[in-house]
Nanobody, 115 residues
Framework: VQLQASGGGLVQPGGSLRLSCAVS????????MGWYRQAPGKLRELVAS???????NYADSVKGRFTISRDNAKNAVYLQMNSLKPEDSAIYYC??????????WGQGTQVTVSS
């Protein structure tokens, strides 16, 4: 299993970023996909998740600002992040859970929100 996250970077407060996660083997191997984040000195937290049936779940802190989506044809998961705040700065990780409830983690991508 490979989960390759990309799209992080430096952005000003109020700006947007789109994270992508390339999934292999097929994204259909997984019952759910998600994005977690971890800021320095803080616990890792779930940001958003999406099931194979396109049911989504968001952390309260990102509701209305972030959108998770998936493209089965491209074997990819995305996290559109709008109205970014300095407190959104963290390393973001793409995750996958298979049908046997085994979790997989990709390498992280750094998101820094700063003026």
């Amino acid at each position: 299993v490979q989960l390759q996250a990309s799209g992080g970077g430096l952005v000003q407060p109020g700006g947007s970023l789109r994270l992508s996660c390339a999934v292999s083997p097929s994204i259909r191997s997984f019952s759910a996909m998600g994005w977690y984040r971890q800021a320095p000195g803080k616990l890792r937290e779930l940001v958003a998740s999406i099931t194979s049936g396109d049911n989504t779940n968001y952390a309260d802190s990102v509701k209305g600002r972030f959108t998770i989506s998936r493209d089965n044809a491209k074997n990819a998961v995305y996290l559109q992040m709008n109205s970014l705040k300095p407190e959104d700065s963290a390393i973001y990780y793409c995750t996958a859970r298979n049908w046997y409830r085994t979790d997989y983690w990709g390498q992280g991508t750094q998101v820094t929100v700063s003026s």
